[in-house]
């Protein structure tokens, strides 16, 4: 079963406006970690935010923020004021605290984001 | 600078060949990991391993090994056996086990097999 979900393979943005990027999760394990990473064309991975399950407030980093709802298990992702240096592909994804899984990161399939000036 | 290097960034071989991927930590993690992306496409989990000489099979190790005889280092294998090698390969580090701690990647290895 899919335990990442991201729905929207392609996103377009115009230069210096909002985004939001969306992330639904499916697990069963109280104790989780929820993760936004960065992937320019370049290839590699860059870590851009966090958000624990207990986490009564939303995780913020720079103009990076996570609009983390619990109850309908989404974690989404919002970029505020886009640059152009923003467009790259967006992966979210999950840690579960349970002792099966170890210590194992699972990835949605990503999010393609294009912004335009 | 502490960091996670992938060699080479660039790899080619010829089919039937197996190949070693190259992956070192000097960030003191215990934790180390492979991931498989295929273009346009998520990450796959290879092979993880929590401590030095312990691995555990991820979701797609069929014609992969790797050995971890070092905190440093988790060198993958490509072997014969994997039907389709050409991929993007990422090795990535943790400083824990537990499941608040953020994975840091390395540049990746590109892999096509001719």
């Known amino acids: 079963a899919q335990k990442i979900t991201q729905t929207q393979p392609g996103m377009f943005v115009q230069e210096k406006e909002a985004v939001t990027l969306d992330c639904t999760y499916d697990?069963?394990?109280?104790?989780?970690?929820l993760f936004w990473y960065k992937q320019p064309s370049s290839g590699e991975m860059i870590f851009l935010i966090y958000?624990?399950?207990?986490?009564?407030q939303n995780a913020t980093e720079g103009r990076y923020s996570l609009n983390f709802q619990k109850a309908r298990k989404s974690a989404n992702l919002v970029i505020s004021a886009s640059q152009l240096g923003d467009s790259a592909m967006y992966f979210c994804?999950?840690?579960?605290?349970?002792?099966?899984?170890?210590?194992?990161?699972?990835f949605g399939e990503g999010t393609q984001l294009t912004v335009n000036p | 600078d502490g960091g996670i290097t992938q060699s080479p960034k660039y790899l080619f071989r010829k089919e039937g060949q197996n190949v070693t991927l190259s992956c070192e930590q000097n960030?003191?993690?215990?934790?180390m990991y492979w991931y498989r992306q295929d273009p346009g496409q998520g990450l796959r989990l290879i092979y993880y391993?929590?401590?030095?000489?312990?691995?555990q099979k991820g979701d797609i190790a069929e014609g992969y090994s790797v050995s971890r005889e070092k905190k440093e280092s988790f060198p993958l294998t490509v072997t014969s056996a994997q039907k389709n090698p050409t991929a993007f390969y990422l090795c990535?580090?943790?400083?824990?086990?537990?499941?608040?701690?953020?994975?840091?990647f390395g540049q990746g290895t590109r892999l096509t097999v001719v």
């Open positions: 697990t069963s394990d109280p104790s989780y970690g």
């Open positions: 391993s929590q401590i030095v000489n312990d691995f």
């Open positions: 994804a999950m840690r579960e605290g349970r002792e099966t899984s170890g210590s194992r990161l699972t």
């Open positions: 958000q624990g399950s207990y986490d009564q």
């Open positions: 960030l003191n993690h215990d934790a």
């Open positions: 990535a580090s943790s400083l824990g086990l537990g499941w608040s701690t953020e994975a840091f």
